[in-house]
């Protein structure tokens, strides 16, 4: 196990920006607005655009929708490099043909009116006009990763179980 505080892994996420028709939800603000975020919206807000984020690994829905909520909520920055860091890289194993779906249960999952949204979503079209893949550190701890900068965690074992997905 590595020490304390120390990177021990880099696993793969999906950073979308996507066209969506059906709703309004362009900018963070309106993001703040449909899931009743606990923000205040900023003229700052209404001016950054939305990305949507999911794990570019398969995992057990339940974790899936977790991490793709909270990343998304979120809004993670991510520094780019052109150096590939000295440790481990989980391996893409969610391809980016299945992403485009994942906002759509992202959507289902944040919205608080879910009675006035869900008779929406079959008429939601969205289409991906950027996706880039972003490597996110993890620490390891016990049975746990945890995210460096975040701090969100989740059990080392649900990657095994998705391995076998």
């Not at 057990?60 to 977790?66: D, E, K």
């Not at 880039?132 to 390891?140: A, S």
Request: hydrophobic content about 40%; aromatic content about 12%; charged content about 20%.
């Amino acid at each position: 196990m590595e020490g304390a505080g120390e990177i021990s892994q880099y696993l793969p996420f999906w950073k979308m920006k996507a066209r969506i028709e059906g709703i309004k939800l362009d900018t963070y603000a309106d993001l703040i607005r449909i899931g009743n975020l606990p923000k205040a919206i900023t003229p700052a807000f209404e001016q950054t655009p939305l990305y949507f984020w999911s794990p570019a690994f398969k995992i057990n829905p339940a974790m899936f929708l977790r991490w793709a909520r909270q990343m998304t909520i979120s809004q993670p920055g991510e520094k780019t490099g052109d150096s590939l860091p000295d440790v481990p890289l989980y391996p893409i194993t969610f391809p980016l043909s299945e992403v485009a779906g994942s906002i759509t249960i992202t959507i289902a999952d944040i919205v608080t009116d879910k009675r006035k949204v869900f008779p929406l979503l079959p008429q939601i079209r969205i289409s991906l006009n950027e996706c880039l893949l972003v490597y996110h550190p993890f620490i390891e701890s016990h049975n746990e990763l945890v995210h460096a900068n975040m701090h969100f965690s989740f059990d080392k074992k649900s990657l095994a179980f998705g391995t076998g997905l």
